[in-house]
């Protein structure tokens, strides 16, 4: 592995924004290491270690960093999509689209499809054996929370091509559109009382941060400062007279989340965010023109994902642990909670890098095809079907766990309620479909 980062790392052009691989490995790793830090286990319950501290709980201002991946999206599908386009200038649209969400859901869903056949697989087996019970089903049924992400990111491959036709269009009047949509959402929802609506600003929200990832590409956020400065104050107005919380990140008992579905508190964070991380790029741009640093995002980048799919599973498996061993579990935030909390970072760690060992082969992507190979008729709907399956897939999944497996125990997507099997053969079934639509004539 390390021959072939040190021959990626030598071969990477002189053109390429190396800054933004170091906010997308940045991002996730801030993510993991939030969920090892914030998790409050006892031997049957996890709770957050931001309800047991409310102080703490300013530090989601900095430390709820997913609107950095969603923007770094943005900038990637944009250069993707267009690329795409340059290398089949006579191919039609449905072929297009279909190669571009089939070359960059690959990397995404391979690794997601292993992580799901394998989990599932191993609840099938503890619910078989009558296990399920204690840490053991709060694991079964938390482990699968972060494909929420998953879900959000097919969201945004699948509408990038229209959204990058009205970007070219409107620029930042397409982000002022989205970002409008989201505060009609909030007032239907808090003022009316509209139920349902907040569903959309999944969308909405999400849509917006990665529309400044398309503004970013075409080298339009020229002023980070007032973009940072703009947010933030938005986000503090917001939250101070309005009906957010302070937290960016859910609470557990909490009535309104900014999080979960996301508000427009959420997206003025999110515009903070963008606008800090955009100041700090020069000074980040010269520390990645050394070669051992950017050999070391290289490498990172390309477990990324497999690190992230696993990073809970580790986390239960040390606490798991400590349990069979009879360590005792220290009442979140005691003085001696928090000295085992070096440990089990840690431990975490080392069993997160592991896993990564194990299943790392699964993020590699395929090789490409060349370029103007015939792809198939109808290709477009057929790759637009399958992506939606895999959405509502890792989104159900995500919301409805392992845990009651056997039992039909389902969970509300919006308004349907979905169970584990369903949602697994959604998210195959669909990942199937994006895989049929991208491939040639030729291929098949």
Not at 176 to 202: H, I, Q, T, W
Not at 247 to 257: H, Y
Request: proline share 7%; hydrophobic share 55%.
């Amino acid at each position: 592995m390390g021959s072939r980062v040190r021959e990626l790392a030598g071969a990477t052009p002189a053109t390429r924004d190396r800054y933004v691989d170091l906010l997308r490995v940045a991002s996730l790793a801030a993510v993991v290491l939030g969920h090892w830090l914030m998790a409050a286990v006892t031997p049957d319950s996890v709770g957050n270690l931001l309800a047991v501290v409310p102080a703490l709980q300013p530090l989601t201002w900095l430390l709820q960093v997913m609107p950095v991946f969603f923007f770094v999206g943005g900038f990637s599908h944009a250069l993707s999509y267009r690329s795409l386009l340059r290398k089949r200038p006579g191919g039609s649209d449905d072929s297009v689209y279909s190669a571009f969400l089939r070359a960059r859901l690959q990397r995404l869903l391979r690794p997601t499809t292993v992580f799901v056949l394998v989990w599932g697989a191993a609840a099938l087996l503890v619910q078989l054996l009558g296990g399920g019970g204690g840490l053991t089903g709060v694991t079964l049924r938390m482990v699968t929370q972060p494909l929420w992400f998953i879900g959000i990111y097919l969201a945004m491959v699948a509408f990038t091509p229209p959204l990058l036709r009205l970007h070219e269009r409107y620029g930042w009047g397409a982000f002022a559109a989205l970002a409008g949509a989201a505060a009609a959402v909030d007032v239907l929802r808090f003022a009316a009382g509209v139920p349902y609506v907040e569903f959309l600003n999944f969308a909405f929200v999400w849509l917006a941060v990665h529309q400044l990832g398309f503004l970013r590409a075409d080298g339009r956020v020229r002023r980070p400062a007032l973009l940072a400065g703009a947010g933030l104050a938005a986000a503090c107005a917001l939250v101070a007279f309005g009906p957010y919380p302070l937290s960016m990140v859910g609470m557990p008992g909490e009535k309104v989340s900014n999080m979960a579905p996301p508000t427009l508190a959420l997206l003025a964070h999110g515009l903070w965010l963008v606008g800090a991380v955009e100041l700090l790029r020069a000074p980040a741009a010269r520390l990645l023109e050394r070669p051992r640093v950017w050999r070391t995002v290289v490498a990172a980048n390309g477990v990324a994902m497999t690190a992230f799919l696993w990073h809970l599973t580790a986390m239960f498996g040390v606490y798991g642990a400590l349990l069979a061993l009879d360590v005792p579990l220290p009442a979140p935030a005691s003085a001696a909670w928090w000295a085992q909390v070096p440990v089990r970072i840690a431990c975490a760690a080392a069993l997160t890098a592991a896993l990564v060992a194990a299943f790392r082969t699964f993020e590699r992507p395929a090789a490409p095809k060349a370029p103007g190979h015939p792809a198939a008729s109808g290709g477009g709907p057929l790759a637009a079907l399958g992506a939606t399956l895999c959405l509502l897939g890792v989104l159900g999944l995500s919301m409805v766990g392992f845990n009651g497996l056997l039992d039909g125990r389902t969970a509300l997507l919006i308004a349907i309620p979905v169970s584990a099997p369903a949602a697994v053969a959604m998210t195959l079934g669909g990942w199937l479909l994006v895989e049929r639509a991208g491939r040639g004539r030729g291929a098949r």
